[in-house]
């Protein structure tokens, strides 16, 4: 687990750069020292749709049985946990050059 490299000069992401990616759905990235674009692989996709809604689904239909809690407050526990989650995200995720 790291923050990804490039793949030609193997310069480090920064994780803002990488977040910022995933939060506009998953633009390529260009390296900052020698421009090479990366975009995100096909598998971290998946990565991230699982360990989104995944959970999302999960947890939300057991606090749903089990203690009988408002949607809207199920809503906010998920939105909450979503943002503690995308914190990892540029962590978990592989980009690869385009050529
Ligand atoms: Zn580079």
């Known amino acids: 687990m790291g923050l990804q490299n ?3 000069c ?3 992401f920064k994780w803002s750069k990488i977040y ?8 390529p ?11 995100i692989t ?3 996709r998946i990565l991230l749709a699982l360990l989104t ?3 999302i689904m999960i947890f939300g239909s057991y606090f749903l049985n089990k203690w009988s809690l408002s949607i809207s ?3 906010l526990i998920m939105i909450i946990y ?15 050059s385009d050529n």
């Open 6 to 8: 490039c793949e030609i």
């Open 10 to 12: 193997k310069s480090q």
């Open 20 to 27: 910022k990616s995933l939060c506009a759905a998953y633009r």
């Open 29 to 39: 990235i260009q390296c900052s020292q020698c421009e090479l674009n990366h975009r």
């Open 42 to 44: 096909f598998s971290s």
């Open 53 to 55: 809604v995944l959970p």
């Open 73 to 75: 407050y199920i809503a």
């Open 82 to 96: 979503g943002m503690f989650l995308s914190v990892f995200f540029p962590y978990l995720v592989k980009y690869s």
